[in-house]
């Protein structure tokens, strides 16, 4: 079992900046690949960022080059700073732990563990 918990949501003005933390429990952190998924009321949940186990880090389109992952394996935590933030991430942001793989994971529907989520709100 594992458990994650996010935080570091809230309300920013576009251009701003936020950086989400997701503490993860239950299982040896450095083990896994995981990654960040938003969802947007009435809409599916995206990918956003993923970093596999040999630390490899990936970005979907929307987010390259203002978003960046990283991990600390001592803290058994994972972040995402958040710059230059639109109206449109405006979204419940998710961590998730997918199956023990040498690859990422890009598919939430593959994803075994996920956390409650934390709230991100971008004025413009």
């Known amino acids: 079992q594992v458990y994650l918990e996010e935080s570091g949501g809230g309300l920013v003005q576009a251009g701003g900046s936020l950086r989400l933390s997701c503490v993860a429990s239950?299982?040896?952190?450095?083990?896994?690949?995981m990654g960040w998924f938003r969802q947007a009321p009435g809409k599916e949940r995206e990918f956003i960022t993923a970093?596999?186990?040999?630390?490899?880090?990936y970005y979907s389109d929307s987010v390259k080059g203002r978003f960046t992952l990283s991990r600390d394996n001592a803290k058994s935590t994972l972040y995402l700073q958040m710059d230059n933030l639109k109206p449109e991430d405006t979204a419940v942001y998710y961590c998730?732990?997918?199956?023990?793989?040498?690859?990422?994971?890009?598919?939430?529907?593959?994803?075994?563990?996920w956390g409650q989520g934390t709230k991100v709100t971008v004025s413009s």
């Open positions: 970093i596999s186990r040999s630390g490899e880090t």
């Open positions: 239950g299982r040896t952190f450095t083990n896994y690949p």
């Open positions: 998730g732990v997918p199956p023990f793989s040498d690859r990422y994971y890009a598919n939430p529907y593959e994803y075994d563990y």
